[in-house]
Every structure is written in C-alpha cells, then in structure tokens.
C-alpha cells in the first residue's frame, strides 16, 4: 500500500491492549472534531465525532475525550485489534451555521502486536 | 451502495498540461471538499463548496480551480500544473450543518506531474 506520512508519530501496542491516541487542536474556536482511520491505500474513514458541548463521546470500542482548555483530544481504543493498525488523523472545524473549512492533525500511526 | 467516487485513480502528466479530477456523490450532500496528503504534512484542504455555486478556498488554494454546478459532482481543475502539485487528492462529502457522521472520502488520486 502507499504510504500516508513517513514522520509520523507510531504508537505500538499489544493486540488485546487498550491504544490511547492524543491530538493537539489548534484553533480555541473549533467546535466540531472528528476522528479518522486511515488504512494503507485508502481514503479517510470516519469513526466518531463530539461537539464542543461534550466532554466524552462512546462508540463501540471507540472513546473521545475532549478537553477544552487545553486544547485536546483523545482517541481511546478498547481490546484493539489487528484490524486496528492504520493511521488515525484528529480534524476540527467550525460549524457555525455550516461546515467551515477542516484542518486535519498530522496523524498517529498505530501498529498492533498480535 | 452510499459512495464518493473519483477519476481517474492515478495520473501521470507534464508541467502545464491542464488537468481535470473528478469527484462524484450518490449520496445528496450539501458539503464537499477536495484535500491532498503529501507525506510529512498530512491532509491539507484545497477546497470546499458548502452548495451548489458556493465554494470556498481551503488551506492552499493556490494552482487549484474547482466548480460545484450540480450537488453531486465537484470537479478539481489544475489549469497549469507543476511538480510541487504531485500529491495524493482526496475528495470528500458530508450532509452539511445538520451533522452526520464527518465526511466520506473518495479513493483518491495519485497524480504525478513530470
């Protein structure tokens, strides 16, 4: 597959182990995060997202925690997989009253152990 | 099958041969956007269009031309490439400010300008 980013931060964890996966957004004024799965040779996929309005979001193995004042959001990951191995990339916009323009984090890559 | 779908896949011209991708939406989409990932740097937005006619420069806008006159489809032009253009191009579109879940990105486009 192709390669998405050759500086980027890697995380190794053991399969069965928890990943936490850190982001540091930029703008204070950002209102709306996502989290993505990037696997090699394709696009972007959504995997969960939370408003500025929350401090925590679940999905199914997934959990963002969004800390306001400084500026963060975690990406935890229950029982991970191998499946699990890919890059994962934080984006924020704005809302508003309709999508602003989506800056996106320079992404982690995480690499499971089985 | 909900899909964003873009052409051609992978692209090999010259400096200042114009270009055009194309980047399609079966799913009724307010908001689409175009990115490219070059390694090191992440994902950077080129543009967006929050509807039909209504389009907005994203982070590096510069050698890059698009159009949104019809909701599915969001063209990327390149009137006069050059080798600092040679990238991996992601489209994406999402349902707008009513939320949903982030954006569904393309396959992408490997372009390479000699």
């Known amino acids: 597959g192709e390669s998405v980013g050759l500086h980027l931060p890697t995380l190794s964890v053991q399969e069965g182990d928890n990943s936490i996966i850190n982001c540091a957004y930029s703008?204070?004024?950002?209102?709306?995060f996502i989290w993505y799965k990037q696997e090699s040779g394709k696009g972007p996929q959504f995997i969960i997202d939370?408003?500025?309005?929350?401090d925590k979001r679940q999905g199914q193995r997934v959990t963002v925690l969004l800390n306001k004042t400084v500026k963060h959001l975690s990406l935890q990951i229950a029982a991970t997989q191998p499946g699990d191995s890919a890059v994962y990339f934080c984006a924020e916009t704005l809302m508003k009253t309709s999508y602003d323009k989506v800056i996106f984090g320079p992404g982690t890559s995480l690499s499971v152990i089985p | 099958e909900a899909q964003v779908t873009q052409n051609p896949r992978y692209l090999i011209t010259v400096t200042g041969k114009k270009l055009t991708v194309t980047c399609s939406q079966n799913?009724?989409?307010?908001?689409m956007s175009w990115y490219r990932q070059d390694p090191g740097l992440g994902l950077r937005q080129i543009y967006y269009?929050?509807?039909?006619?209504?389009?907005d420069k994203g982070d590096v806008p510069e050698g890059y031309k698009v159009s949104r006159k019809e909701k599915r489809n969001f063209p990327l032009i390149l009137e006069s490439p050059s080798p600092n253009q040679t990238s991996l191009y992601f489209c994406a579109s999402s349902t707008g400010v009513n939320g949903g879940p982030g954006q569904f990105f393309g396959p992408g486009t490997r372009l390479t300008v000699l």
């Open positions: 703008n204070s004024a950002s209102d709306y």
């Open positions: 799913m009724n989409h307010e908001y």
């Open positions: 269009s929050m509807n039909v006619e209504v389009t």
């Open positions: 939370i408003r500025s309005n929350m």
